[in-house]
């Protein structure tokens, strides 16, 4: 069975964006493989951030996930900033990793723009990300079409080291392509970010999810209700392909295309289906979230599973690199 490697960043709770995207994906996923997940608590703060909010963060984003179907009976799930070796692991191959191909990636130029003065972790960040699945000896990984260069850097990093210290020990990681529709936010444009404020909570209230997506953007040609519309270019659409069953998204299409409805009855299927979808989830996040101890109970049991097969592999990264051992008190 491979071994599958994922990581989320802590941004609080999870959004619809995250859950069709990503996370829907994972809890198929652990029907297939051995899977490993991780709140990646240490790549969020390479951008600003608050430090008194970032434990409370990395709960939540924990309890969406549990929440949301990943089953910490099978799956190993933890906080990646709770298992050390993949900092170590992480300088060890920043020792491989060309510069340039870290200047050339597109998401580091994108928010090193955005930056007066750029942080070195920003650069290294897919070195981190290496050090993700191969401290883990993962073969595989669920990527977006987007994360797909740094995938490729990846394996360059892995052939790398291979080359210098130990021919087949690292797997080159494949990528396993979500084939998720990207949902953009409700404003139709950005990608869905909690800090643009155009998201919606996988854990909201019905009530709350109606506010939201009422006024969200829809197909601009559907100026009045008799124009028709194009189902392909409405980001509604795409989030009913992601919550409503086929039969439901064919009735869609076929009134989008003839004016039959207009876009807030199209609106008010589609959250009596992500009601429908959601409720469940929010339930079992409730109870998790009146048992915090509990969460961090499972949290620190994922972090000796992972911990110990990163052990494994570290130390046979010294042994092959030529690091003198360490002895015990009293020992030679
Ligand atoms: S009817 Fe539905 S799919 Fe068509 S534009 Fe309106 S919201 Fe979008």
Known sequence: MARVFSGIQPSGELHIGNYLGAV???????????????????HAITQPYEPQELAQRTQDMAVG??????????????VQSHVAEHTELSWILTTVTPLGEL????????????QESVPAGLLSY??????????YQAGLVPVGEDQLQHLELMREIARRWNARYGNGFFPEPQPLLTGAKRVLGLDGHAKMSKSLGNTIGLLESPEAIWAKLR???TDPARKTRKDPGNPEVCNVFTIHQGFSPPPVQAHVAQQCRTAGWGCLDCKRVLAD?????????????AQLQANPSGVRALLREGAERARAIARRTMIEVRRRMGFLEPTERGGD
Not at 24 to 42: A, G, K, T, Y
Not at 103 to 114: G, I, L, P, S, V
Request: hydrophobic share 50%.
């Open 24 to 42: 829907q994906n994972w809890v198929r996923l652990q029907d297939q493989h051995e899977c490993i997940f991780s709140v990646v608590d240490l």
């Open 273 to 285: 289906h992500m009601i429908a979808a959601l409720t469940p989830l929010r339930e079992r996040a």
């Open 215 to 217: 006024p969200a953007a």
């Open 126 to 135: 897919p070195v981190l990300q290496a050090a993700d699945v191969l401290v």
């Open 65 to 78: 996930l549990l929440a949301a179907g990943i089953d910490p009976a099978r799956t190993v799930l933890f």
């Open 103 to 114: 200047e050339r990636q597109t998401q580091y130029k994108d928010k090193a723009q955005r």
